[in-house]
């Protein structure tokens, strides 16, 4: 019924029907292999495609953060600094808002600042005013925040030993201190040892004080804790506590404080040329005549302080004093300064004077052989010899923070003596006294 189909087999012998066969198998083994070798690139590289995109959409770029970091040049201002990201509207703006917190037109060479960028737009600023302080800018959807924050430091207590060979600067620095820290040590005892002529060999002292870190580098001293001074077998203890509201200051084991109405000299360190005499010969005028002063030879441009806080009722020259500064201070008390190279910054007739603020420098105008400052202190208009006044203290620790200026007297006393500091006093101290490494006698 169904006719055959002629086949292979019908037109080639069996030995050719075989090698024809064999060669069929072999093109269709090479074109399967070609079709899943193209299947497989395929499949990767479509996979690769979904890979990239689906991690691109994941994890897209961020903002890019950078830090400027410098010290201020001569002629810098907040405008130079950061008129490459804020319009001159805002700088002005700034500059306003900042006067109440730090007037940037006070920020001086060679004092450290950071500049934020995000994006390549401002994001913050911080200029470091001093050791203890920073100015804080910030912008945000709100706009610009200003404030005056305490630099963050890492804080580690030392306590320091020495003997007076023949200074105490060379003493201090020998113990591991500065000569910074020997001015602080003689501002503390100012009021009761005169370091020009009451120190001498063989005195000793201890120092405790903290020591300052920024991202584990050395930045300098923090505070004076406490002190102790043996004077010619006279010892004498200073101990920092902050009475309530009333700034830091400085009492005594008993919390009286050591602060008196008068310093015991105008200068730190000198010494005494020529003392109280009624009956002295002048060294030019060659005549007898009275010397109701102590004078202290300096060298030229040496800082010379008022001893207490007052009023200047003249700062002037005559052709005997030279340049000199008369203050009148509380109770009847006046203080007079002669042969100075040149007053003060803000010292006129009128001005207000803190103690220890600096009104003039050692010179030697008007009738004088050489550079010196020719002290002088009345009350109630009659002379007296600054080297015999007695000082009335100012006021003791209030009753209400005794018991807590106790506690840090126990700590301090066995950090200078080298014992184990208390636990209850330890603990006291850490609550009352936050990080804030304020330095009292800047």
Request: proline share 6%.
């Amino acid at each position: 019924m169904f006719k055959e189909t002629p086949s292979l087999r019908h037109f080639c012998p069996r030995k050719y029907r075989s090698r024809h066969y064999g060669r069929r198998i072999l093109l269709c083994a090479l074109l399967l292999g070609a079709g899943l070798w193209a299947a497989q690139n395929w499949w990767n590289s479509s996979a690769g495609r979904k890979a990239v995109t689906k991690e691109g959409a994941a994890e897209p770029a961020g903002p890019q953060r950078k830090v400027v970091q410098g010290t201020i040049q001569s002629g810098d201002t907040l405008g130079s600094l950061l008129g490459q990201t804020l319009s001159p509207s805002q700088v002005h703006d700034l500059t306003l808002q900042c006067r109440e917190v730090f007037p940037v037109t006070r920020i001086c060479t060679g004092r450290p600042y950071k500049l934020s960028l995000l994006d390549d737009s401002f994001e913050s600023f911080v200029y470091e005013i001093n050791q203890d302080d920073q100015l804080l800018i910030i912008q945000d959807q709100n706009g610009f925040s200003v404030s005056r924050e305490p630099i963050p430091y890492t804080v580690h207590v030392s306590t320091m030993r020495g003997s007076i060979e023949s200074s105490l600067f060379e003493s201090v620095v020998k113990a591991g201190g500065s000569d910074a820290l020997a001015v602080r040590l003689g501002n503390i005892f100012a009021y009761d040892i005169d370091f020009i002529r009451d120190i001498q060999p063989g005195d000793s002292f201890e120092i405790v004080v903290e020591k300052r870190f920024r991202e584990d580098r050395p930045a300098g001293l923090g505070r004076l804790l406490a002190a102790r001074f043996n004077n010619n077998g006279q010892v004498y203890n200073a101990f920092y506590f902050e009475d309530g509201d009333k700034p830091g200051a400085y009492y005594d084991q008993n919390g009286r404080s050591l602060r008196k109405a008068f310093l015991k000299a105008p200068l730190s360190f000198s010494r005494i040329s020529s003392g109280f005499n009624l009956r002295r010969r002048h060294p030019i005028l060659n005549t007898v005549r009275p010397h109701p002063a102590i004078d202290y030879a300096a060298p030229t441009g040496t800082p010379i302080m008022t001893i207490g806080e007052g009023t200047v009722i003249a700062a002037t020259y005559n052709r005997f004093n030279g340049n000199y500064v008369r203050v009148r201070h509380p109770g009847g008390w006046e203080t007079l300064y002669n042969h100075m190279s040149r007053f003060g910054s803000g010292i006129r007739t009128g001005s207000r004077v803190r103690q220890g603020q600096v009104i003039g420098y050692v010179g030697s105008t008007g009738l004088s052989t050489g550079p010196h400052l020719d002290f002088r202190m009345y009350k109630n208009g009659s002379a007296v010899n600054p080297l015999t006044v007695k000082m009335p203290p100012a006021e003791p620790v209030s009753k209400a923070n005794l018991a807590a200026f106790r506690a840090v007297v126990a700590e301090q006393v066995a950090r200078l003596e080298g014992r184990e500091v208390p636990q209850v006093a330890q603990l006291h101290t850490e609550r009352a006294s936050p990080q804030r490494s304020r330095d009292v006698l800047n």
